[in-house]
């Protein structure tokens, strides 16, 4: 250990590697990462200008208190489900039904998954999606990680009914939320889940979310996710599949956030005819600033990426979409496609849609659209004509422009949840 780690910084990472029981590698992978971070560059996000934010607090370990208490109420969900529940760093609810137990399936807290199952974790644990030195903000996130989930699928196995997480994130203490899921499908099985991130109260506070969904050969993954975290949040969020041969991920992204936010949303498909669909929505709104580099690199020979993003702006926002697809030289027959449309319904807002292809190779298909607009004046005529007011009439448009991703999702209850936080975003009732 060098002088480069401050003491107190360092015992506070050692004392919590040693509360969590970390395995070796771990704890050295962390603290490497911990004297490593501050030397690395930022990841790139062209048009955001997000390096003066305050994203890497490093209190990972505050005291809970009566708010704990109260996270009882997020204790819900299906009987039929598999479901975790964390608050804060805290693990408060672990449900999976004796069936998938009996098949083998893991979904369980990521520091029990290191002690339990020692060798997947190790094995896929940022080795193959998202490597930690990328980065500053992968390093650090790796250095001050507190909380997780580890989920395996085993060989074959079709789990029917969808795996739920809902991750709260408590902001009534000072503690970064440094969140991590590793999800590894592995071959011919299949799996839907659903993920959903909240803020409770209103401390300032820092978040790095780092996803890795690795699909093995045949594997198919349909993931969904809803992301409202606070006003007070500076956050970064990369969700990253790594993908084998003919598997595939279903994206479906809901970025309902209030702070600002930068995400890397990416697809690696590594194997001959893996298939990607990203599908994302945001909604930007008072002062906030987002911005979304999506990603597709096809390396495999008649891969298939495909990009979908639609955003609104509201208020003074600026939202940001950077669609990247990158077909790699050897990817004969690969197809990657793009879509990035944002709705302004502001003089003020800033919106960005930047298409970027980048083809190595011959014999592939590739294409791009993008646009920053207002809302159709026809169909608002045609809306108005009708009888409906202007509120409603714009609110129906915003909702149908919206309307792919959220149809994706495969919870029904979390697409009216979805559909509710639009709303909401869009009378400012939470702002």
Same mark, same amino acid.
């Given at each position: 250990?060098?002088?480069?780690?401050?003491?107190?910084?360092?015992?506070?990472?050692?004392?919590?590697?040693? &509360? +969590?029981?970390?395995?070796?590698?771990?704890?050295?992978?962390?603290?490497?990462?911990?004297?490593?971070?501050?030397?690395?560059? #930022?990841?790139?996000?062209?048009?955001?200008? #997000?390096?003066?934010?305050?994203?890497?607090?490093?209190?990972?370990?505050?005291?809970?208190?009566?708010?704990?208490?109260?996270?009882?109420?997020?204790?819900?969900?299906?009987?039929?489900?598999?479901?975790?529940?964390?608050?804060?760093?805290?693990?408060?609810?672990?449900?999976?039904?004796?069936?998938?137990?009996?098949?083998?399936?893991?979904?369980?807290? %990521?520091?029990?998954?290191?002690?339990?199952?020692?060798?997947?974790?190790?094995?896929?644990?940022?080795?193959?999606?998202?490597?930690?030195?990328?980065?500053?903000?992968? $390093?650090?996130?790796?250095?001050?990680?507190?909380?997780?989930? &580890?989920?395996?699928?085993?060989?074959? *196995?079709?789990?029917?009914?969808?795996?739920?997480?809902?991750?709260?994130?408590?902001?009534? *203490?000072?503690?970064?939320?440094?969140?991590?899921?590793? #999800?590894?499908?592995?071959?011919?099985?299949?799996?839907?889940? *659903?993920?959903?991130?909240?803020?409770?109260?209103?401390?300032?506070?820092? $978040?790095?979310?780092?996803?890795?969904?690795?699909?093995?050969?045949?594997?198919?993954?349909?993931?969904?996710?809803?992301?409202?975290?606070?006003?007070?949040?500076?956050?970064?969020?990369?969700?990253?599949?790594?993908?084998?041969?003919?598997?595939?991920?279903?994206?479906?992204?809901?970025?309902?956030?209030?702070?600002?936010v930068i995400c890397?949303?990416?697809?690696?498909?590594?194997?001959?005819?893996?298939?990607?669909?990203?599908?994302?929505?945001?909604?930007?709104?008072?002062?906030?600033?987002?911005?979304?580099?999506?990603?597709?690199?096809?390396?495999?020979?008649h891969s298939v990426?495909?990009?979908?993003?639609?955003g609104v702006i509201?208020?003074? $926002?600026?939202?940001? #979409?950077?669609?990247?697809?990158?077909?790699?030289?050897?990817?004969?027959?690969?197809?990657?496609?793009?879509?990035?449309?944002?709705?302004?319904?502001?003089?003020?807002?800033?919106?960005?849609?930047?298409?970027?292809?980048?083809?190595?190779?011959?014999?592939?298909?590739?294409?791009?659209?993008?646009?920053?607009?207002?809302?159709?004046?026809?169909?608002?005529?045609?809306?108005?004509? +009708?009888?409906?007011?202007?509120?409603?009439?714009? +609110? %129906?448009?915003?909702?149908?422009?919206?309307?792919?991703?959220?149809?994706?999702?495969?919870?029904?209850?979390?697409?009216?949840?979805?559909?509710?936080?639009?709303?909401?975003?869009?009378?400012?009732?939470?702002?």
């Amino acid at each position: 250990m060098t002088d480069k780690i401050e003491s107190d910084i360092q015992s506070q990472l050692e004392q919590f590697s040693a &509360f +969590r029981e970390e395995p070796s590698w771990m704890h050295d992978r962390r603290m490497e990462m911990a004297e490593l971070y501050q030397e690395l560059p #930022f990841p790139t996000v062209e048009k955001v200008n #997000f390096h003066r934010w305050p994203m890497m607090d490093q209190v990972i370990d505050a005291t809970y208190g009566e708010e704990l208490v109260n996270s009882q109420q997020y204790q819900y969900g299906h009987a039929d489900n598999g479901k975790i529940v964390q608050y804060g760093k805290e693990t408060i609810m672990e449900q999976l039904p004796q069936e998938l137990i009996d098949q083998g399936v893991i979904f369980t807290d %990521l520091f029990t998954a290191m002690n339990d199952y020692p060798e997947l974790v190790e094995e896929h644990f940022m080795n193959q999606a998202v490597q930690s030195d990328e980065n500053n903000l992968t $390093a650090y996130h790796t250095a001050f990680l507190n909380s997780g989930v &580890f989920i395996y699928i085993p060989k074959n *196995v079709e789990v029917k009914q969808p795996l739920e997480a809902l991750f709260i994130q408590n902001s009534h *203490v000072k503690e970064a939320l440094n969140k991590h899921v590793l #999800f590894v499908a592995d071959t011919n099985s299949s799996v839907s889940y *659903v993920e959903k991130l909240e803020t409770e109260g209103s401390e300032k506070n820092s $978040a790095a979310i780092i996803v890795e969904v690795i699909t093995k050969p045949g594997a198919k993954v349909k993931f969904s996710a809803v992301d409202h975290l606070g006003e007070q949040t500076h956050a970064y969020i990369n969700r990253r599949g790594y993908l084998d041969r003919d598997s595939s991920i279903d994206w479906a992204i809901g970025v309902m956030n209030n702070g600002n936010v930068i995400c890397d949303f990416d697809s690696d498909l590594m194997g001959e005819g893996s298939h990607s669909e990203i599908k994302a929505v945001a909604v930007s709104t008072g002062r906030q600033v987002q911005g979304l580099d999506t990603r597709v690199t096809n390396y495999g020979k008649h891969s298939v990426g495909h990009i979908l993003q639609h955003g609104v702006i509201l208020d003074r $926002a600026t939202l940001t #979409f950077n669609g990247i697809g990158h077909i790699i030289k050897g990817a004969k027959g690969a197809d990657a496609q793009q879509e990035s449309r944002i709705l302004m319904l502001s003089d003020f807002a800033r919106g960005d849609a930047n298409p970027i292809l980048l083809i190595e190779e011959n014999e592939v298909t590739a294409g791009h659209a993008a646009s920053v607009g207002r809302v159709d004046p026809e169909q608002m005529f045609y809306l108005l004509s +009708r009888g409906i007011e202007q509120e409603d009439a714009e +609110r %129906l448009v915003i909702r149908g422009f919206l309307g792919t991703v959220i149809a994706a999702i495969p919870v029904k209850e979390i697409r009216d949840e979805l559909i509710d936080m639009i709303d909401k975003k869009l009378t400012r009732d939470d702002q």
